[in-house]
């Protein structure tokens, strides 16, 4: 299909225009939600808000070199599309798939780029939300009003990652870049790099900095757990050989990898020795058999407490093994003129260090949210399975998974919203507001995730921001379980107590 999209012109600012649905965000959860919204709901205007001037999110915002996703696109793509390629893929083959959906269902015309919202306001009397956007120059946009808000923007600052305040940064004369603010135009050939991180990003820079530069050294705090991998499914490498159709190849290759991490998740809580074992074998494929895990390469936490970086074709240890690429485990003193003295004493030369240390999370993109004239404090509220808000009238959250790809939960989200819409319309209504059931009235407000469930830095260092769970119940939190939530999701009452209706 071709890449080419279209870009509508920009609305004049004095402009109002209805709908009754709007996406927040043309990125995978945004143009995956439009489809489910298009195909299901067929009478429902909409439109799509995207601040940036392109699609993709997250696969826009992230240029250092070799970025690739760390879930397989078998999974990490939509059910109704399938995926034909290696199941890691770079940005670039993830944005031409997105391409591919907007041009075979006609949704590019639907987004409107360029579009900061600046505040969004819910009226009970007219039953509307009124969102109120600037352009990216800053100057006024146009004021979209909407029955329906479906946010689709992700959970992290585009704009500011997360970057410490190292003391003597001042001090050192070569480039320090966060990887999430990487120039194209950096040259690293013939250079002493530094990576400060071991997670997804770092394991994907580091390879692909390796050939170019003198050395890479991957400088991290505690070690990460890595799944050494060949890019490749030999299942659907097989099904493809002998005659299967595409569509069918993509739905027996995506139930295997649902199948394979749902073990894997459920072995790394019962067994986790067994699980690093088998890990520690599956690098050593790549990395030699004498390849050594202490001190480096031991993490201090169980499998999947936090993400899994996952390493395709084992490049990252083949280029350890090749001696272009070097691990130290220890903290940051102070930057010097010429690189960093270690918390041990050492010090690490560098031409460019690149900061691979995360996000800053942003709650609903940081934009203000009013319900009737009264400011909503996202940190002081009840959420309902992750995805909707006591007290937050019409409106769905898309916050995937951490333990299976993040767009797993697009799909089941699309189906629940565009139920939940057909079930309005049934019924009459035009507002839909989740209640806490009496009998839960008095449960404690917990934080989002528990800490030794899953307990990523970026996480851990803004807890407090996030909506919160109600008690125990599986209901009023997100389990990060999807394979509980593939069943409970589609049981879901409508006409439940935790929904009312007006």
């Not at 397989?72 to 944005?95: C, H, M, N, Q, S």
């Not at 003193?333 to 960093?340: A, L, N, Q, V």
Request: charged share 25%.
């Amino acid at each position: 299909m071709t890449e080419v999209m279209e870009k509508p012109q920009a609305d004049v600012a004095s402009a109002t225009q209805d709908f009754d649905v709007l996406i927040i965000g043309a990125g995978i959860s945004g143009i995956g939600s439009a489809y489910h919204l298009k195909t299901q709901n067929p009478g429902k205007s909409f439109a799509i808000l995207e601040a940036k001037d392109d699609i993709g999110g997250t696969w826009h915002t992230h240029k250092y070199p070799g970025v690739r996703s760390d879930s397989d696109l078998y999974t990490f793509g939509y059910r109704f599309k399938p995926w034909v390629g290696p199941p890691i893929a770079t940005a670039e083959e993830i944005r031409k798939y997105l391409r591919d959906v907007l041009a075979e269902n006609d949704l590019g015309k639907s987004i409107r780029f360029g579009t900061h919202i600046t505040r969004c306001a819910w009226s009970s009397k007219e039953k509307l939300w009124t969102v109120e956007t600037r352009t990216s120059q800053g100057t006024p946009g146009p004021t979209y009003r909407a029955n329906f808000l479906w946010m689709c923007q992700g959970y992290y600052d585009h704009e500011n990652p997360y970057m410490p305040a190292w003391p003597g940064v001042d001090d050192f004369k070569g480039l320090l870049v966060h990887a999430q603010k990487w120039d194209d135009s950096i040259d690293y050939a013939g250079k002493q790099v530094v990576v400060i991180g071991s997670g997804a990003t770092a394991a994907t820079v580091i390879p692909a900095m390796a050939d170019k530069a003198a050395h890479v050294t991957m400088l991290q705090r505690s070690p990460t757990y890595f799944f050494c991998y060949p890019n490749r499914s030999d299942m659907a490498d097989r099904l493809r050989e002998i005659g299967v159709d595409e569509d069918t190849v993509h739905r027996c290759v995506r139930l295997d990898y649902l199948h394979n991490l749902k073990m894997l998740d459920h072995r790394a809580r019962a067994e986790p020795d067994m699980v690093f074992d088998e890990l520690k074998a599956m690098i050593r494929e790549y990395a030699g058999p004498d390849f050594e895990f202490e001190p480096d390469f031991t993490p201090r936490y169980r499998p999947w407490q936090q993400r899994l970086a996952f390493i395709p074709d084992g490049d990252m240890f083949t280029a350890i093994r090749e001696g272009k690429v070097s691990a130290v485990t220890d903290t940051i003193d102070h930057f010097t003129p010429g690189g960093i003295h270690l918390g041990s004493g050492k010090d690490l030369q560098a031409d460019i260090v690149v900061a691979a240390t995360g996000f800053n999370l942003l709650v609903m993109g940081g934009i203000a949210f009013e319900v009737d004239g009264v400011p909503v404090d996202w940190s002081k509220k009840a959420t309902y399975r992750g995805m909707m808000f006591e007290g937050v009238p019409n409106m769905a959250w898309v916050f995937g998974y951490f333990r299976a790809a993040w767009t797993l939960r697009v799909d089941l989200l699309g189906d629940f919203v565009c139920g939940l819409l057909r079930h309005m319309d049934e019924k009459g209504v035009s507002e839909v507001n989740i209640v806490v059931p009496p009998a839960l009235a008095g449960e404690t407000l917990l934080p989002w995730i528990e800490n030794d469930n899953f307990n990523p830095g970026y996480l851990v260092r803004d807890m407090d921001k996030l909506p919160k769970r109600l008690g125990d119940q599986p209901e009023w939190r997100h389990t990060q379980d999807y394979w509980r939530e593939a069943v409970d999701i589609p049981a879901i009452d409508l006409d439940g107590e935790e929904f009312a209706y007006s």
